[in-house]
């Protein structure tokens, strides 16, 4: 059988999801799921709208019933959804419930699995119940964290018979591992929804689920590679934004141009110690940012022979509360520095400070490790920790307002396609 493409439509705006849907079929896509978001913005009217617009299409509601379910079914049914989504961990008397309410109206049952404690115990249960689909489903928020649906999609796809879909972040190449997998429904959100091209992205998609064995299947590289491949794609605000408008430096501008990205090695110092400094450029390997306190404005911490020496050692750029002087000979030597002044004088080498300590620069607490990122826009500081995640929500961004510019470029205006009166708070 053909595998079937159902785009999930996560979005807020009515108006907007119904020209992604007319694009993502132009493409190839079959069915159109109206997920949660869109369902508690626009209550039933979202799937009425969808039913009229797209008649001869299976119409998807993700109600994410967890209770009440033959009332939320025969809601979902009677609005015209041909499929209702609930929840895979509901209580059983909820989806035998639910089940009732899909027979006697004409409509089939789909169960999550997202955030099911056992997935593999309860798809057999699922099964058994009489659901008509289970949806092998990591969460957007799970995804931020490197989770993937396709290894618990192999673990549970021998197991049980019933037709299986599948979603998480998936994009042409993991839609074609899905299919290889087992999956008879692959379900793809924001790399089709949040694509400037959503026509082409569902192309792309069609291709790969038709013919999955001709998809070269990309090896994966460290999480340090990967993160730091992601923060080269994305932009500071794109970062800020993903950081909920945290993690931006203060009084911290591109003294030279250049995007940076690398980890963190941290100094302080003390006014006009350049010894430090210098030293760090020692200590730090090939792509890390050397991030500098110096305490004083007025004194240069950094220079021209410095800039020489780090970028011998491959250093990714220079970040610095403080002052840096042989501002010509810097520009043309080109390894990006950030700065909050440039002053023509030093002080003297006399090893005050620590390197690789928790310091503040540019009001912002930096540890040894956090990722550093450098645009014309400023510098942000990600916690090690939480860098993959905080990487792929700004790749979400991203590709979000890459969206949003291409509705913007068809004559809209940000206002409108983002209806912000409407949201505007009372």
Not at 236 to 257: C, E, F, Q, Y
Request: charged letters at 25%; one cysteine or more; a negative charge.
């Amino acid at each position: 059988m053909t595998p079937i493409i159902q785009v999930a439509l996560d979005l807020l705006e009515l108006d907007r999801a119904v020209e992604i849907a007319k694009e993502a079929i132009a493409g190839g896509a079959d069915w159109i799921e109206i997920g949660t978001p869109l369902i508690k913005s626009e209550g039933m009217d979202a799937i009425r709208t969808m039913r009229k617009a797209f008649p001869e299409r299976t119409i998807l509601a993700d109600m994410k019933t967890v209770d009440t379910g033959a009332l939320e079914v025969e809601m979902a049914a009677k609005a015209g959804a041909d499929v209702v989504i609930v929840l895979g961990s509901a209580d059983d008397s909820t989806l035998l419930d639910a089940l009732r309410s899909a027979h006697k109206y004409g409509v089939r049952l789909m169960a999550d699995l997202i955030s099911a404690p056992d997935p593999v115990k309860r798809v057999v249960e699922l099964e058994a119940l009489g659901v008509d689909y289970v949806n092998v489903h990591v969460g957007i928020d799970q995804q931020m964290m490197g989770k993937d649906p396709i290894s618990l999609l192999r673990e549970i796809s021998h197991r049980v018979n019933v037709q299986l879909a599948v979603a998480g972040g998936l994009d042409a190449n993991t839609a074609a591992q899905a299919v290889k997998a087992g999956a008879r429904v692959v379900i793809v959100g924001g790399n089709i929804t949040h694509s400037d091209n959503v026509t082409e992205a569902a192309r792309k998609i069609r291709q790969s689920v038709d013919c999955p064995d001709a998809v070269e299947i990309c090896s994966v590289g460290t999480v340090d590679q990967e993160i730091r491949k992601i923060l080269k794609e994305v932009s500071t605000s794109n970062i800020s934004d993903a950081m909920h408008r945290k993690g931006a430096m203060k009084g911290i501008h591109p003294l030279v141009g250049g995007k940076i990205v690398g980890t963190a090695v941290t100094v302080q110092t003390f006014p006009g110690d350049w010894a430090k400094p210098v030293e760090a450029i020692d200590v730090a390997k090939e792509g890390d940012v050397i991030v500098i306190y110096n305490e004083n404005k007025d004194i240069a911490c950094w220079g021209g022979l410095a800039t020489w020496s780090a970028l011998n050692k491959g250093i990714a750029g220079v970040v610095i509360e403080g002052a840096v002087r042989d501002i010509d000979e810097v520009k043309n030597l080109g390894l990006p520095i950030y700065t909050s002044n440039t002053v023509p004088n030093a002080g003297d080498p006399k090893g005050f400070g620590e390197i690789n300590a928790e310091i503040t620069c540019g009001g912002q607490t930096v540890k040894p490790g956090d990722y550093i990122v450098g645009d014309e826009s400023g510098v942000v500081v990600i916690p090690a920790e939480r860098a993959y995640e905080l990487a792929r929500r700004a790749k979400e961004v991203y590709k979000n307002e890459k969206r949003l510019f291409d509705e913007i470029k068809r004559g809209g205006t940000l206002s409108e396609i983002m209806e912000l009166k409407k949201w505007e708070k009372h």
